[in-house]
């Protein structure tokens, strides 16, 4: 078991990826979003009402470019919100 001067670090740099891939994010979504609309983790982005789908699919072939990774079909099919998208990056982050 690691002890708590190993971790720190680690858990320093996840934290990091969880801002940057926030913040990617919120920057490509924010010319479609209403100018009083706010964008949290639970704001849903794939039911058509905020970005159409070609625009989700946009975003995410940019993340993917962004973080060298690869979203599945499948995995895109189940993102509903903006939590959702980030924890998929995070999680195809910690499998490189």
Known sequence: MPD???LIPRKVA???LQMEVLREIRQ?????LASDTQLSGD?????????D?????DLIIQLEDRFDITISP???????????????ILGLCDER
């Open 14 to 16: 996840r934290v990091s």
């Open 53 to 57: 789908s070609l625009t989700v699919m």
């Open 4 to 6: 708590t001067i190993e």
């Open 43 to 51: 704001t849903v982005i794939c039911d058509g009402t905020r970005v």
């Open 28 to 32: 490509y979504l924010a010319p479609y």
């Open 74 to 88: 499948q995995l895109a099919t189940e993102i509903r919100t903006v939590d959702d998208l980030a924890d998929a």
